[in-house]
């Protein structure tokens, strides 16, 4: 079963439940993107500091590490929600689930143009949309309800319909981002005939070659 992660007793940022679905949301990238990206937002929950963010190294490597394991897990169909996250009709939407949520669509804005740009599939398309919409409705339901009656949205399932095939989109979504990353690499000519096994990846992701695309 997955976990969520332990945090660092000194930890002062955002709490386990919201670095889940941010770490996802940076696994549901069509692109690669710098981790540097999108660590300041596990400390600041996307809100804007004056001062710079800084996350130990030790910190960053816990964190990577799950991230990994995150990507791992669902590339081999294992990756089952954390109990804290997933729904259950019993209990209803709960803090965790809204603050798993708000972590991936913190993360959002800076994958969001990377799909953009891909040759989606109508399925694939409608899947990312209906992923999206359950999200904000974890988030704040009532609110995004009013938004899309207003909007004229019609034929959506009930929320609690969405809560629970959460895990199934969200299986959905990071595997197309996946094929993506490999259809880019499958199609160019080789980048890698220069790079050692234990040199930075030219991705740009950070970790060593061997330990990202060299894999």
Known sequence: MTQLMTLPDAWEGMPATF??????????????LVPEAWLPTLVTGGVEEDAAVTISQADQTTILNHFEMQYRLI?????????E???????????????????????WPLIEPAWGEQAMSDGTMRMLSAFITTLML????????????????????????????????????????DECQQGAAAQAVNPYKETGRNDECVCGSGKKFKQCCGQ
């Open 138 to 177: 974890m988030v704040d339901e009532e609110n995004t309800l009013a938004q899309m009656e207003e909007a004229g949205v019609t034929g959506m399932p009930a929320p609690a319909v969405l809560y629970a095939q959460l895990p199934l989109m969200l299986s959905e979504v990071v595997m197309a981002a």
């Open 75 to 83: 590339k081999a169909g294992e990756y089952v929600l954390p109990a």
């Open 85 to 107: 996250i997933r729904w259950d009709e019993a209990q209803g939407l709960t803090p965790a689930m809204s603050e798993f949520a708000a972590g991936f669509l913190t993360v």
């Open 19 to 32: 670095i889940e679905g941010a770490l996802l949301a940076a696994n549901a990238n069509p692109k690669p």
